[in-house]
């Protein structure tokens, strides 16, 4: 796989050349600082957007007939948020051209750029049907986060655990803005991709020829580049330390840790944080699942994710409420256990089996390969090849050197109120 970073004019262009795919991906990624009314609205953007319609394509379905007709080409918008950034992407997955006799890129292009630079507007509005039905739809989807026990409990988690960052704040909470948003705030935010957001286009396929840069370049000819962005991912949290309950109508609890490392070094998040939370509790046989679950029957599941910008590992489990104590008590135990070399010894095996599985899986997926190259441009420098080398080179001692550097800081459960007896 060969990497070349070109910059332009207005736009900076990835080039990433693997023969492993018979499609071209390409993905343009605006991106710009966190701002709460601007990620809402970009997130109600990107609804109305995929109904809209444009001059040439009013209807939704006209743009399908048209993509499918293509050879099945794919195109959609997303809205994502990286720390204290925000991104509005573009993609769209071709066949590549070589298996065809037909010039495909100029006519996949032809109905990206009608979808997005000439949308069906008037009096500097998208259709009115459209937009109140999404806002709708939006605002609806919303609301229903207190349906979802894990999702609710989740977000009161991040509050706490996250406190005064991008990553504490949640839709829920900001449902009274989204409710303000008009259709004329929704197209002043359209206008502002073509102005003031840093442009990233990664194209990632097999000897892709010169013509798609020309329609590429082309498409992008009347947009500007704006460095108001985060130049860097990593992200300092003072998490909320202590104890913190909350009553749901649910007979089974969620319970949240929030652990927090400090003094890493880059090597070590590269190796020794990712096999310490795969040993604690992203692999099969986990201690926390042995030591919570298979030995102590105390939940349902449990599980631990790390979060590389943030620093921090987050371990999640479904319990009675009866056993939130000795659930606690034992996570704990194993939390020390980490410390001990022995017993990080047994399982480092497993773990790097079970990372070196992942990093083979990274390459059938064009989305964690370009994700990877996007999140480089921030100072990252993910190398997935070195960090395969760095695990496999990792010791127990390195390990346990990370477990040292860890500690729980924010507790939260959502209780269930319901008696599961009944």
Do not use: W
Not at 346 to 361: E, P, Q, Y
């Amino acid at each position: 796989m060969d990497y070349n970073k070109i910059e332009k004019k207005n736009y900076t262009l990835h080039v990433i050349d693997t023969n492993r795919f018979k499609t071209v991906k390409v993905s343009i990624r605006f991106t710009k600082k966190y701002d709460t009314e601007s990620f809402y609205r970009l997130h109600l953007l990107n609804r109305v957007m995929a109904y809209n319609g444009s001059k040439k394509y009013p209807k939704a379905s006209d743009i399908s007939k048209r993509l499918e007709y293509l050879y099945g080409t794919s195109f959609g918008t997303k809205v994502h948020s990286y720390t204290n950034n925000m991104v509005f992407e573009v993609e769209t997955s071709i066949l590549n051209p070589r298996f065809v006799k037909e010039d495909l890129y100029k006519d996949v292009f032809e109905v990206i750029s009608d979808v997005t630079l000439n949308p069906t507007v008037k009096k500097n509005k998208f259709n009115d049907e459209i937009f109140e039905r999404e806002k709708k739809n939006y605002v609806e989807s919303i609301m229903n986060v207190k349906d979802s026990p894990d999702d609710y409990a989740s977000l009161l988690f991040r509050e706490k655990f996250y406190k005064d960052t991008s990553l504490s704040e949640s839709a829920y909470r900001n449902i009274d803005y989204i409710k303000s948003i008009t259709n004329e705030d929704i197209y002043k935010e359209y206008k502002k991709l073509f102005t003031d957001y840093k442009i990233d286009v990664f194209v990632l396929g097999d000897k892709v020829s010169e013509d798609l840069f020309e329609v590429i370049d082309k498409y992008l000819s009347h947009f500007k580049q704006n460095s108001n962005y985060e130049h860097s991912l990593m992200l300092k949290i003072k998490p909320s330390k202590g104890e913190y309950k909350e009553s749901y109508n649910t007979s089974q609890s969620i319970l949240f840790v929030g652990l927090n490392a400090k003094g890493l070094t880059d090597e070590e998040f590269d190796s020794s944080f990712v096999l310490y939370n795969t040993i604690l509790g992203s692999m099969n046989n986990s201690l926390l699942f042995v030591n919570v679950r298979e030995k102590h029957s105390l939940c349902y599941y449990i599980s631990s994710s790390a979060k590389m910008y943030t620093s921090d590992v987050i371990i999640v489990s479904g319990i009675n409420k009866k056993s939130y104590k000795k659930a606690l008590d034992l996570i704990n135990k194993t939390l020390e256990s980490m410390k001990d070399e022995k017993v990080v010894k047994k399982a480092l095996k497993n773990a790097k089996k079970t990372i070196n599985l992942s990093l083979n899986a990274y390459y059938e997926s064009t989305s964690r390969i370009i994700n990877t190259y996007y999140v480089n441009q921030f100072g990252n420098n993910i190398d997935i090849e070195k960090r395969r080398e760095s695990v496999n080179k990792a010791t127990a001692e390195d390990v346990v050197n990370v477990a040292k550097k860890i500690s729980a800081s924010t507790i939260f459960m959502l209780e269930g109120s319901i008696n599961e007896e009944n």
